[in-house]
């Protein structure tokens, strides 16, 4: 009779590299003060006392070489969820046999929109498995009445035995599994508590192997740390196929539903939702929503145009700047990259001479947005002199285009989208890098192309 002893392993939490002992960096990932202790159980045959594992015979057949030409691709493959910002954030729909990782702040919205797409697959007749190791199945039923009606294929399951689990779902056969969440999952060999490194490795490890070997789609959960990624090792992020990350203040009505990691798409693309009662509803013109509110004949405000993946959004940048009653003047960035604002305002105060170095500074991104696209630091620059001069921007100007550190400002991609967006929701400016003017003019809008940021600011 096989017999196991405990011992004391040490896991990084950011790669999962496995020690003896515990160490201050890790070797793999060269992060530092990553390791965490965990028991986890050492099977012996029992003879002896040998460490040694008796190795059962695999029956399984060798897989082949196959030739690149030979295979084919269909249509079918992927599985439309009826959701289509979902649909434009995986590449186009649910690939068969995907592992697709979700993960968010708690609250956020995560079980809510796994919980649609079932519903939605479901009213589509594909059989469906949700697997809840947090709620049980009248919590769930709760949430699922404020969403809409399901159909009979949607199947509910409350477990957290991995090897009970993995039995559901080749019993089932389902097209579509929820796991909710992996932390909750363990494994009966491993000692280690759930949610601990060893078994959400392993856990993860069984549902990509029950993904590539049956061809259903596994949608998991996972938890997030305070510094917003997914709890647990990030060899977890490795190991899946496509990584989707909820943004967005858990207060506000927004979400954003962003891409990190595709296989089978872009990495830029995002989703935008509301939260309503009956759940998240797709934002279809998220630039419009984005500027609802904007304040008219202020300083400080102006408007910019960022590209999201294929998807131009227009967004508020606000700033105010005004003498410092300290020694050392405050700077604050929220929505945006603070460095990135420390930089242009040096390049403001080197090349246009604007004594603003004794100036507290804010800048802001207007609707919780966040975004690091170079292309909206004309934007930041012409909203801090506006609020310094107390000049207002026309409202009906938009801006967009890099700055470099000689005040030049440089060409950015997809230009000619960035205006046709603009003219879609009524502006009539355009201020632009002068490398990407368009060969002909469009009509029903102006368009201003400069060089560098004194041009910008002699507009104002």
């Known amino acids: 009779m096989a017999k196991g002893k405990v011992a004391t392993v040490f896991f990084c939490q950011e790669c999962g590299h496995e020690s003896s002992k515990w160490l201050g960096q890790c070797p793999a990932c060269r992060q530092w003060n990553t390791f965490v202790e965990e028991k986890v159980t050492i099977k012996s045959s029992g003879m002896g006392g040998s460490a040694k594992t008796s190795a059962a015979k695999d029956t399984r057949e060798a897989s082949k070489p196959v030739e690149i030409g030979t295979i084919t691709m269909n249509e079918e493959d992927r599985i439309l969820t009826g959701i289509a910002e979902l649909d434009r954030v995986l590449g186009g729909g649910i690939m ?15 079980s809510t929109l796994l919980l649609q797409v079932c519903r939605q697959l479901s009213n589509l007749g594909r059989r469906v498995l949700y697997i809840s190791g947090e709620e049980s199945l009248k919590q769930i039923k709760l949430r699922a009445m404020r969403i809409g009606e399901f159909q009979e294929n949607m199947l509910l399951l409350c477990e957290t035995n991995i090897t009970l689990v993995e039995d559901a779902i080749r019993s089932t056969k389902p097209e579509a599994v929820v796991i909710d969440s992996i932390q909750t999952m363990y494994q009966e060999d491993i000692s280690a508590a759930p949610g601990s490194v060893s078994q959400v490795r392993e856990a993860t490890n069984v549902f990509l192997q029950l993904a590539k070997g049956m061809g259903v789609a596994i949608f998991i959960v996972g938890h997030v740390t305070k510094e917003g990624t997914v709890a647990g090792p990030r060899v977890l992020e ?17 979400r954003i539903l962003r891409g990190v990691k595709n296989r089978f798409g872009s990495t830029n693309e995002i989703g935008v939702f509301e939260m309503r009662r009956e759940g998240l509803v797709e934002v279809t013109n998220p630039s419009e929503y984005m500027l609802s509110g904007k304040p008219i004949g202020a300083s400080g405000s102006v408007v910019v145009c960022s590209l999201e993946g294929t998807r131009p959004i227009l967004v508020e940048i606000q700033a105010l700047v005004c003498r410092t009653n300290f020694g050392i003047p405050r700077r604050q960035a929220t929505g945006t990259d603070f460095n990135r604002v420390n930089l242009l305002m040096a390049v403001l105060e080197k090349r246009l001479g604007l004594q603003i170095g004794d100036c507290d500074a804010y800048v802001n991104i207007a609707g919780g947005m966040r975004i690091s696209e170079p292309a909206i630091d004309l934007g930041i620059i012409m909203a801090i002199v506006s609020s310094f001069k107390n000049r207002v921007i026309d409202e009906k100007t938009l801006v967009f285009g890099e700055v470099g550190l000689s005040g030049e400002v440089r060409a950015v991609t997809m230009a000619q989208q960035r205006v046709l967006e603009a003219k879609k929701l009524g502006f009539d400016t355009v201020i632009m890098p002068k490398v990407n003017m368009p060969d002909e003019q469009i009509e029903g809008i102006r368009i201003i192309g400069i060089g560098g940021i004194g041009e910008a600011i002699d507009f104002i």
């Open 238 to 254: 490795h190991m899946v196929d496509t990584v989707l990350y909820f943004e967005g203040d858990r207060y506000a009505s927004y």
């Open 96 to 110: 068969q046999g995907s592992l697709t990782l979700v993960g968010g702040d708690p609250g956020i919205g995560k």
